[in-house]
């Protein structure tokens, strides 16, 4: 029996951007109380200004990383980012999607964990 091979990704890049919002005052907060929808509205603009072909800015629920938020993810490559403003979303958009490096400075690591939940 042959194996069949996968079709090419129909996307290059997908973008998630956290927009879950939870109720004011919540220890862990929200992305979106933290201005995440705004931020992905401008990348979603940006990302077609610049010609980014393959790129798919996505809106998600909660990615777990509330307290660094607003938090996003690209992937195939799996890189987390913690952008604040409009021009870390260029500076994204520009070093990552566009020449294929890192915002070293924006980035979330393995080293960026949440407080235990019992404190």
């Not at 072909?53 to 809106?59: K, S």
């Not at 490559?77 to 924006?106: F, N, S």
Request: contains cysteine; aromatic residues 6%.
């Amino acid at each position: 029996m042959a194996e069949l091979a996968d079709p090419p990704p129909y996307f290059r890049a997908h973008v998630f951007v956290c927009c879950n919002r939870r109720p004011e005052g919540h220890r862990r907060g929200s992305c979106a109380a933290r201005g995440s929808e705004a931020l992905r509205d401008y990348m979603k603009v940006r990302a077609k200004e610049l010609g980014l072909e393959g790129v798919r800015i996505n809106q998600a629920g909660c990615l777990d990383r509330c307290e660094f938020g607003p938090a996003m993810v690209i992937y195939p490559e799996g890189i987390w980012y913690r952008p604040q403003t409009r021009e870390d979303i260029d500076e994204i958009l520009t070093a990552h999607l566009q020449e294929g490096g890192r915002v070293p400075r924006l980035m979330l690591t393995e080293k960026d964990v949440p407080p235990p939940k019992h404190a």
